[in-house]
């Protein structure tokens, strides 16, 4: 347990992180319509341009995270995002909106395509490889817990209209989480062999992994639906109260930040590449309930609707550290920074497909949304079910000792 202490102080520094980061949510957009005057028909697009100027970042990650500390890449994640948030008091029109924007959202995908490999670099020598899946879970629920309890402090704050303190603290969490991190050892750099391990046409002819990315987007878009689809369904498709939307978000976040190490134990019969099989099925089986929905009576419709968030909470805990742990096991020792930045790539994509997806299909009938993500996700669990042959080889000759060069 040689790590412990080193597990400790990198938990606390995502748990300062995502503190932050959740008492900005509520007052993202808030802020610059409400303290810069800003319109919200420009604000939208210029947000959505930068998270648009940050895609290429995981590629560059990657092309150097073989030949660089992951630990020194969220170092410098952390301490980009906070230098943005600190120049929130700079914005005065569009371009310093665009500028201080881009900076925020380059830090944020630099902090996401390093952090994994800091968490797989965890792993003891000898070690079983299964236990990575918990200290996964033990991210995901620190995540979700801290971003869930910063959420609800800055929902109070959105009431009081205190947007610049809360842009403020945001900024200091992100420089308080980079202090953390200095206590954290750097470790060795990879050797010049391991360096050369070798490049993107490697990854590129990489069938099983490439497959693997491809149903991942699509469990990442059933991850992220929930909250861009369910207020909109349940108030203009269902017709249902308005004070439901809060509720069903909140428990959903409750059992992420409280299960996910319990759904790794109950899991662990499975395969990984099993485990995301039954998750696919359970998002397909969630899918399948709120599309039905629309022929719920009034009376039954909350305890309905309750009910069929089980399904999505099952299968997003079992996902959550199951996919990190299954990409970092599956992937060539030598180029596990490589490949795991560009596999966040997954998640970029889903957040840009979601509202379309949604939006778009949502115009032909409430229904259809649920139903065209069931079926893309019975698709994405069939795939990933004849992917358990080659997973489970590369998982079987991935050790701890071969993740040595992702050390932290």
Known sequence: ?????????????????????????????????????LRLSTVGPLLSLAAFASLPVPAIVGH????????????????????????YALVSGPITLLLVTIVAAVGQRLFWSSFF???????????????????FALAGMIQMGATGAGTLIGGLAVTYSWYQPVVYLNAVSFVLSAVLLLFVPRGALPSTGEQEGGSYRTLLRDRPYLLLIVVNTIFALCSIFVAVAVPLYL???????????????????????????????????????????????????????????VRVPAWALVPYLLVGMVFYAAADLIHAPLSNALSSAAAPPAQRGRYL???????????????????????????????ALALVAAAASAVTWTLRAPLAARESLSSPAATDQSRP
């Open 235 to 293: 108030i203009d498709g269902l017709s249902a109260p308005a004070w439901l939307v809060g509720p069903l978000l909140a428990a959903g976040t409750v059992l992420l930040a409280s299960g996910q190490r319990l759904a790794v134990r109950l899991v662990r019969p499975l395969s990984r590449t099993g485990s995301l099989v039954l998750a696919g099925g359970l998002w397909v089986l969630w899918a399948v309930v709120y599309a039905a929905a």
């Open 117 to 135: 490999s800091v968490v797989a670099g965890l792993a003891e020598p000898g070690e079983d490889g299964r236990v990575a899946d918990r200290r």
């Open 341 to 371: 930045a560009v596999y966040q790539y997954t998640f970029a994509f889903a957040n840009i497909l979601a509202p379309a997806f949604f939006t778009t299909l949502f115009a032909y009938g409430p229904s259809l949304p649920w139903l």
């Open 64 to 87: 150097f995270a073989d030949r660089t500390r992951p630990l020194s890449r969220v170092l410098v994640a952390q301490v980009l995002q906070g230098a943005a948030f600190s120049a």
């Open 1 to 37: 347990m040689a790590h412990r202490p080193k597990l400790i102080v990198l938990a606390l520094a995502l748990a300062v992180d995502m503190l932050g980061s959740g008492l900005l949510l509520p007052v993202s957009l808030l802020y610059f319509t409400e303290v810069t005057g």
